[in-house]
Structures are given as structure tokens and as C-alpha cells.
């Protein structure tokens, strides 16, 4: 059974940062690219950024490109989100998710588990 379990969310001003962490288990962490997603009230689920089973190919959506980093950590089943320069348009519930192949995905549906979500409010 896989569980992933978000971390680090909160209420910070325009301009700061937030680092999110998600910490899986019940699966060979190593093996499979992970990603964020974030949803807002009253929009549909989109795609934050994707990074390859060994961290070497990450992707990112065009509205947090140069802003937003993701990493893991292998050894401590973790993945990250580094988050700067936030903007009150990246208030949402962010969502870690899991796919079943090693490689980069940047679909809802390219995951197979999903995290329950952690909350980033961003006020102006």
C-alpha cells in the first residue's frame, strides 16, 4: 500500500517561500518519477513539475518555471518543492503524486497515487 504524506504548507506574503516535502512508503521510492500538482477552489487539478526516479530530468508548468524547484531525496523516500517568489495565483492545495514508471509525467492521469494534499495560501 502506498502512502504519501504532504508536508510544509501554510500561510505566507507574496514574495516569500515555501518548501513542501512529501514522504512516501510501501513502494521501491527509487524506481518511479514523482510530481506535483496543485488545485484551486473551483478550478481543475493542474500540473506544478515532474522529476525523473533518479532526479536527473525534471519539468516544470510554464507559471512556476523559474520560480518553483523540485528535488528528492532517495535515500529518505522524499520528494520537494521549493517555492519562491510566490504570487497569491499559487494559493491552492498541493498535491504529491507517484507514477508507476521512471520516467517524467506532467498528466493527472499519468499517476497511479496521490497524496491527501497540504494547503499554500499566498496573500497579497
Known amino acids: 500500500q502506498v502512502q504519501l504524506v504532504e508536508s510544509g504548507g501554510g500561510l505566507v506574503q507574496a514574495g516569500g517561500s515555501l518548501r513542501l516535502s512529501c514522504a512516501a512508503s510501501?513502494?521501491?521510492?527509487?524506481?518511479?518519477?514523482m510530481g506535483w500538482f496543485r488545485q484551486a477552489p473551483g478550478k481543475e487539478r493542474m500540473f506544478v513539475a515532474t522529476i525523473s526516479w533518479n532526479g536527473g530530468m525534471t519539468d516544470y508548468g510554464d507559471s512556476v518555471k523559474g520560480r518553483f524547484t523540485i528535488s528528492r531525496d532517495n535515500a529518505k523516500n522524499a520528494v520537494y518543492l521549493q517555492m519562491n517568489s510566490l504570487k497569491p495565483e499559487d494559493t491552492a492545495v498541493y498535491y504529491c503524486?507517484?507514477?508507476?514508471?521512471?520516467?517524467?509525467?506532467?498528466?493527472?492521469?499519468?499517476?497511479?497515487?496521490w497524496g491527501q494534499g497540504t494547503q499554500v495560501t499566498v496573500s497579497s
Open positions: 503524486a507517484m507514477r508507476r514508471f521512471g520516467g517524467l509525467g506532467i498528466r493527472s492521469i499519468d499517476y497511479a497515487y
Open positions: 510501501g513502494r521501491t521510492f527509487s524506481e518511479y518519477a
